[in-house]
């Protein structure tokens, strides 16, 4: 949730030419109307603060529409195939174990 009580919604562009990632954050009033986030101003840290406020709040939701806008560009995780790949490849190796185990027995 944002200062307008709502879910943030993301919209994300991949611009091939420069390499960058086109991002926008936005909301959508019951009434239709969409409020558009601004570019954030930077500010210096004060490192004698003790604790500061985060660059922004979202909810899982959001975090999720995110993660999927991410992934809908071409943006995949530096770690690994992910979940998909590694279930793929779990299965496979279940499959070849259990050929190899009926087989030996000779149960079809």
Same mark, same amino acid.
């Given at each position: 949730?944002?200062?307008f009580?709502l ?17 926008y ?6 009434? /239709?109307?969409?409020?558009? /986030?601004?570019?954030?101003e930077?500010t210096p840290?004060?490192? #004698?603060?003790? +604790?500061?406020?985060?660059?922004f709040?979202?909810d899982r939701s #959001?975090?999720?529409?995110l993660?999927?806008?991410?992934w ?5 995780? #530096?770690?690994? +195939?992910g979940?998909?790949g590694?279930?793929?490849a +779990? ?9 190899l185990?009926?087989e030996?027995r000779?149960?079809?």
């Open positions: 949730m944002n200062s009580g879910p943030l919604r993301f919209n994300l562009n991949l611009t091939p030419i420069f390499g960058q990632i086109e991002a954050a936005y909301t959508r009033a019951e009434d /239709g109307r969409v409020h558009l /986030g601004r570019l954030l930077m840290l004060d490192p #004698s603060v003790g +604790t500061h406020e985060p660059t709040h979202m #959001s975090a999720q529409e993660m999927d806008e991410l809908r560009i071409g943006m995949r995780p #530096s770690e690994g +195939t979940s998909a590694a279930m793929a +779990t299965q496979a190796h279940l499959r070849d174990l259990q050929r185990v009926f030996k000779g149960v079809e």
